[in-house]
């Protein structure tokens, strides 16, 4: 199916459209930074166990496979997307302001329930703005998107030196000033209008063209990348808290969270460099044996007398195990998956990530209740069933890509 044609208004670029769209990948992507690696050393600050942590990082992960699709299709029908993201985040602000509340065990996890649902879309529909401007206007993607890996960074090595002066407790000021800036940034942000065409999370268009995708390769593929990145759970959710349990400083935490980034980075540089005759099974082998690796030497860096040195080395493993999920997956949908299908093949694949992410997160708490560091081996086995069924749909690999 031809798109329509662009109307004139659409042809107009809007003034700095690149830049604009820098300065919201950079301010959208510091929440972030400072949520994923130090939202759960404030839980256990403020007194929660291993198992409650658990359920409130898993429970808005099984949330938003369901409401994010919802939400970006919302997007798409309005009549500028960039107004349904300045209301997302601001909605995003104000709910989390709730964490200022007397932190109970119910008021954290409605707030972080609340919180998943506005808060998710934000990058898929950054990412539908620049890629708008990519294609009407021949804007280049990666050097806007490169900016919210750079804040991410920034917020990891910042957060870090931050907390070493204040404590966890300044977590939920720090994601409410974030999304304060993030919010003043999407004032900013350019108007394009409707999209020619729903989005590539667009639920009708999961629910048309996902049969088609249903086939042995792209339904056992998509699993095992699922698994394999589900098998990171606990390291997303516990290994702050570990860290500082063996007295790392928050400073140190936030550079070792950064070194992992900058690792998946680098990837991304030199990956065709490297990989460009692997094929796309071969690279999911390498990156599920990267997080067999990882896993098997968390537990080890400490009592081997490694050091935090030992910790940096495992960090390096980002890059295989994280960075080269993400290009197999990606050049695996661009060998085999029509351009038409390549949303419905996206949202599929993000509803099996999150999803088995959510339920390994879920079980992590207990994990680390019980056995500690150790509780990373139990995430051998769960990257081996993602390793084996990678195994499977290599039986059934088309001979040849698709055209168009």
Same mark, same amino acid.
């Given at each position: 199916?031809?798109?329509?044609?662009?109307?004139?208004?659409?042809?107009?670029?809007?003034?700095?459209?690149?830049?604009?769209?820098?300065?919201?990948?950079?301010?959208?992507?510091?929440?972030?930074?400072?949520?994923?690696?130090?939202?759960?050393?404030?839980?256990?600050?403020?007194?929660?166990?291993?198992?409650?942590?658990?359920?409130?990082?898993?429970?808005?992960?099984?949330?938003?496979?369901?409401?994010?699709?919802?939400?970006?299709?919302?997007?798409?029908?309005?009549?500028?997307?960039?107004?349904?993201?300045?209301?997302?985040?601001?909605?995003?602000?104000? @709910?989390?302001?709730?964490?200022?509340?007397?932190?109970?065990?119910?008021?954290?996890?409605?707030?972080?329930?609340?919180?998943?649902?506005?808060?998710?879309?934000?990058?898929?529909?950054?990412?539908?703005?620049?890629?708008?401007?990519?294609?009407?206007?021949?804007?280049?993607?990666?050097?806007?998107?490169?900016?919210?890996?750079?804040?991410?960074?920034? #917020?990891?090595?910042?957060?870090?030196?931050?907390?070493?002066?204040?404590?966890?407790?300044?977590?939920?000021?720090?994601?409410?000033?974030?999304?304060?800036?993030?919010?003043?940034?999407?004032?900013?942000?350019?108007?394009?209008?409707?999209?020619?065409?729903?989005?590539?999370?667009?639920?009708?268009?999961?629910?048309?063209?996902?049969?088609?995708?249903?086939?042995?390769?792209?339904?056992?593929?998509?699993?095992?990348?699922?698994?394999?990145? #589900?098998?990171?759970?606990?390291?997303?959710?516990?290994?702050?808290?570990?860290?500082?349990?063996?007295? @790392?400083?928050?400073?140190?935490?936030?550079?070792?969270?950064?070194?992992?980034?900058?690792?998946?980075?680098?990837?991304?540089?030199?990956?065709?460099? @490297?990989?460009?005759?692997?094929?796309?099974?071969?690279?999911?082998?390498?990156?599920?044996?990267?997080?067999?690796?990882?896993?098997?030497?968390?537990?080890?860096?400490?009592?081997?007398?490694?050091?935090?040195?030992?910790?940096?080395?495992?960090?390096?493993?980002?890059?295989?195990?994280?960075?080269?999920?993400?290009?197999?997956?990606?050049?695996?949908?661009?060998?085999?998956?029509?351009?038409?299908?390549?949303?419905?093949?996206?949202?599929?694949?993000?509803?099996?990530?999150?999803?088995?992410?959510?339920?390994?997160?879920?079980?992590?708490?207990?994990?680390?209740?019980?056995?500690?560091?150790?509780?990373?081996?139990?995430?051998?086995?769960?990257?081996?069933?993602?390793?084996?069924?990678?195994?499977?749909?290599?039986?059934?690999?088309?001979?040849?890509?698709?055209?168009?």
């Amino acid at each position: 199916m031809s798109l329509p044609p662009l109307s004139p208004e659409q042809l107009v670029k809007p003034r700095h459209f690149e830049l604009r769209m820098s300065l919201i990948f950079f301010t959208l992507f510091v929440s972030l930074g400072i949520h994923l690696p130090y939202f759960p050393l404030w839980l256990q600050a403020e007194g929660f166990h291993a198992g409650q942590i658990a359920v409130i990082l898993a429970a808005p992960m099984f949330l938003r496979v369901l409401t994010t699709p919802l939400l970006t299709a919302l997007a798409d029908r309005a009549k500028d997307r960039a107004n349904v993201y300045i209301v997302l985040v601001a909605a995003t602000m104000v @709910i989390s302001a709730g964490y200022f509340l007397t932190p109970t065990y119910a008021t954290v996890l409605a707030v972080s329930l609340a919180l998943t649902i506005v808060w998710t879309p934000h990058s898929p529909i950054a990412d539908s703005l620049s890629l708008s401007g990519v294609r009407r206007f021949g804007s280049n993607y990666t050097a806007m998107r490169k900016w919210g890996s750079i804040s991410y960074l920034c #917020a990891n090595i910042a957060g870090g030196f931050i907390l070493a002066w204040t404590g966890p407790k300044a977590v939920p000021a720090i994601i409410f000033v974030a999304l304060a800036a993030a919010l003043l940034a999407g004032l900013l942000a350019p108007r394009l209008g409707r999209p020619r065409r729903a989005s590539p999370l667009s639920a009708t268009d999961i629910q048309q063209s996902a049969p088609k995708l249903l086939n042995a390769y792209f339904l056992y593929f998509t699993l095992g990348v699922g698994i394999i990145t #589900a098998s990171h759970a606990f390291l997303y959710g516990f290994v702050s808290i570990y860290w500082k349990s063996i007295g @790392i400083s928050d400073s140190v935490v936030g550079l070792l969270w950064a070194w992992g980034v900058v690792a998946e980075v680098c990837m991304f540089l030199f990956f065709n460099r @490297i990989f460009a005759s692997v094929s796309v099974v071969q690279v999911m082998v390498i990156a599920g044996i990267g997080s067999i690796v990882r896993w098997i030497a968390f537990p080890l860096i400490w009592p081997l007398g490694l050091g935090v040195a030992g910790f940096f080395g495992v960090q390096t493993l980002h890059s295989v195990s994280v960075a080269m999920v993400l290009i197999g997956l990606q050049k695996m949908i661009g060998e085999t998956v029509s351009e038409e299908r390549t949303g419905a093949a996206q949202g599929i694949a993000y509803f099996f990530n999150g999803f088995f992410m959510a339920v390994v997160t879920l079980a992590s708490g207990p994990l680390y209740d019980r056995y500690g560091v150790d509780g990373f081996l139990a995430m051998i086995p769960i990257a081996l069933i993602g390793l084996a069924l990678i195994g499977i749909a290599a039986r059934s690999a088309p001979q040849r890509p698709v055209r168009g």
